[in-house]
């Protein structure tokens, strides 16, 4: 069982909610975001005196009993302002173009102000023309499919989903091990430099689904499991995730794959060690953990 160190990563659109939630601190700036569980090189995260990655290189069968290369990049986010209207491409065109994977991914809602919400897709299928349109005079998000979000909803985003989290939304995020996003509006935000941010409208177009939204999701109700409750959040090729709620002592065997571990509010010991509420935990296929306490957590491994 690893215990992780996360990357802060300071955004125009970011706030101190991670610092009041889990104790970051990033020397007085913003944390926009927290990469928790990352290879990626844009961000790794640490364990012990090296990093995840390190260790992944010299364990590989600590993901999976295939060996394969650890999937996913998990993050809190902390949306003080509206993200950019965005876009991930899949992953043949994020390798080709990118040399890169492709990016789906799950949000997780950890908190709401009153109000917040989320664009996913669009409210009706909608052309590549009128898109560019609405982009050009700045009304696409009229386009777009807005969900008001509470604590404890999920939303799977599917490549090519155009998309954008609102301004009040605290995220506990599961995607691909990718770093592609092609922004497409930005409300001409600027810069600390006065710049406006950079758009990639051209290959946001070449990527998009311009079909209305079909929510693809499939979140499970809760069922009782030692220890407290656990239910389905989502299941896509690339991941599972699992929402536990702890409530005394719970088990697992981690057979076939990793188990990453976000400690969304609570506390209590994994395998002994103590944990708390932001937390994060990489435990290698083939070991297992034990939990108690009382505790919120996301689960998350290959399916």
Not at 69 to 90: E, G, M, R, T
Not at 168 to 181: P, R, W
Not at 238 to 252: A, W
């Amino acid at each position: 069982m690893l215990k992780l160190t996360p990357v802060l990563k300071d955004y125009i659109w970011g706030g101190y909610r991670l610092k009041e939630l889990f104790g970051r601190d990033n020397g007085g700036k913003k944390i926009s975001e927290s990469w928790e569980v990352s290879v990626h090189p844009d961000g790794l995260s640490g364990y012990a005196s090296e990093t995840l990655a390190e260790y992944l290189n010299k364990y590989p069968q600590a993901v999976d009993i295939d060996e394969n290369p650890f999937p996913v990049l998990i993050k809190y986010i902390d949306a003080k302002q509206n993200l950019s209207v965005q876009v991930h491409p899949d992953d043949a065109y994020a390798r080709r173009v990118e040399n890169d994977n492709g990016k789906t991914e799950m949000w997780y809602i950890i908190q709401a102000e009153k109000g917040a919400g989320i664009y996913c897709g669009f409210k009706r299928d909608t052309s590549k023309d009128e898109f560019l349109k609405r982009v050009e005079d700045g009304t696409v998000e009229e386009l777009l499919n807005f969900i008001p979000v509470k604590s404890g909803d999920c939303f799977l985003i599917e490549a090519g989903t155009v998309h954008a989290i609102g301004a009040g939304c605290v995220i506990c995020e599961v995607q691909q091990s990718s770093n592609v996003t092609y922004r497409v509006y930005d409300y001409n935000r600027r810069d600390a430099n006065g710049n406006l941010r950079e758009l990639h409208v051209k290959k946001a177009v070449e990527v998009i689904n311009f079909k209305a939204f079909k929510d693809n999701t499939q979140s499970g109700g809760f069922l009782p499991c030692g220890g407290g409750q656990i239910r389905k959040l989502t299941e896509c090729k690339y991941f599972k995730c699992r929402e536990l709620l702890l409530s005394g002592t719970y088990s697992e065997d981690t057979v076939n794959s990793f188990v990453a571990m976000n400690v969304i509010e609570g506390k209590g010991k994994i395998n002994g060690d103590t944990f708390t509420a932001g937390d994060s935990f990489f435990v290698p296929c083939g070991k297992g953990f034990s939990l108690s306490g009382n505790a919120r957590i996301i689960l998350t491994s290959e399916v």
